[in-house]
């Protein structure tokens, strides 16, 4: 009998081009995506965030994990999420573990109904409103390849690029040069 362990993935940073790839849709929910889900939320508790796209650790399948809880005791997966109803807008300031240090507001809808898949492959709907719904949103951009700075004015988006591309750690291997809502 083999154990597998947990792993941390390493997350992607802004500007690395793979963030911009879309993910597929999961054909099955098995052990592996299973594995998948606890390594990303390991990976996502580890680095002090509330939301991770498989995406973000250049996993590219619909695959989101999310714990808004304070208590860090209440994970959420949603595998091939579909948002099915968008109501109100508000803003909130957000953050991205792959866009590490940056902090802005964004206005997203207020209240959502999703529906997805769990990490058992039961299909479930989720109303979420204000922190959670937010985060959702924000998870759900990373599967189509689009961040939070996407939202922000260009001049805005190159100037945290500029800085980011200083950073070793954020440096990628094709480009040598995730809040209040962090993910």
């Known amino acids: 009998m083999t154990i597998k362990t947990m792993a941390l993935l390493d997350i992607l940073h802004f ?13 099955t929910v098995d052990a592996d995506v299973r594995a998948i889900v606890s390594d990303m939320l390991e990976t996502m508790y580890d680095a002090l965030g509330i939301g991770l796209a498989a995406t973000q650790v250049n996993i590219q399948q619909q695959i989101i994990v999310i714990d808004v809880s304070s208590e860090k005791d209440a994970p959420i997966c949603l595998i091939n999420p579909v948002i099915r109803t968008l109501e109100g807008s508000e803003e909130m300031q957000e ?20 529906e997805a898949l769990d990490e058992n492959g ?5 109303a979420a409103d204000e922190l959670l719904a937010v985060c959702i949103q924000h998870e759900m951009d990373h599967l189509e390849g689009k961040l939070f700075v996407d939202y922000l004015s260009p001049l805005k988006r190159q100037r945290i690029k500029k800085k980011l591309e200083k950073t070793p750690s954020s440096k990628s291997p094709s480009n040598d040069d995730s809040h209040s809502s962090a993910s």
């Not at 081009?17 to 993910?23: F, H, I, N, V, Y």
């Not at 039961?122 to 989720?126: L, S, T, V």
Request: hydrophobic share 40%; glycine share 6%; aromatic share 6%.
């Open 15 to 27: 500007p690395d081009p793979r963030l911009r790839l879309k993910a597929v849709p999961v054909v």
């Open 95 to 114: 953050g991205c573990l792959s866009v590490p240090g940056y902090f802005e507001n964004v206005t997203r809808a207020e209240r959502i109904v999703v």
């Open 122 to 126: 039961a299909k479930q709907e989720i």
